[in-house]
C-alpha cells in the first residue's frame, strides 16, 4: 500500500506511517485477513510505483474520469471537499472563478490530480501553478504571501494550519473544486476482484463502527507537536 506525507491522511511518525486513511486502509486489511505492507514516498513515486506492481495499492486518491479505468477502486476513505484558499489579510479583492485564478500564483503537488485538473482548465506551470514535492509543504509559503491560493479541504487544513499556530479564520475558500473527486484507495488492474470485493466489503464494515468515529476524532484534531512538517 503506497501513500505520500499527506497529513492527517497519511504522515510518519515515530519511524510509523500513520494517519486516518492510513489505520482505515490498515484495518480493512485486517478484518479482510490481507496482508498489507505500508510504504510512503513523494506522490508521482508512489504512483509510479502502484502502476508498476500488480498487487499494489495507493491511497489517498482522488477517483475522477481522468483515472476510472486506470484502477480498481475501495472507497471512499476519509475525505472533504476541496477548495482553493484565500489569505483574508491580503488587501487585495480574492478571484471566484478558474478564469479570475488564472491571474494568480496556485500552489499544487507535483503530479497531483488538482495539477493536471488545473493544466485541462488552461493553467500552467511556472506561470499560474507553482509545484511543490507534498500539498503540506505549499501552506508556510502560502501564509507567507508567496502563493497566492492554497488547494485544501476543511478537514486538512486546520491541522496544516495549526502546525504554524494559525487557525481556520486566517483563510477563507474562494473556488469550489469539489468536482475533481474523493479520496479513495486505487488498487492495481490485476489484483484478483475477489480481494478488492474483501477489502470493500472491509471498510464498510470499518465506516458503520464506532471505531471510525474514534479515529476521525483522534485524527482531525490539530496536534502540531504530533504532526511533523515533513516525514
Known sequence: MYTEHFPPYSFEQNQQITGLNTELVRRSCQIAKIQCEFRLLPWLRAYEAAQNDPKAGLYSTSRNPLRE??????????????????????????????????QYIVAVARGDVYELYLQSMGFEVDVNLLRFNSKSDAVLPFLHGKVDLLIASELILPVWLGQHQQQLSAVEAVIDLSAVGHNYLALHPQLPLEQVQRLQQALDQLKASSEYQQLMQHFLQPKPSLIPAHP
Open 69 to 102: 479505468d486506470a484502477f480498481q477502486w475501495v472507497g471512499p476513505l476519509a475525505h472533504a471537499s476541496a477548495n482553493m484558499y484565500w489569505l483574508k489579510s491580503r488587501p487585495d479583492a480574492p478571484p471566484r472563478t478558474l478564469e479570475q485564478a488564472k
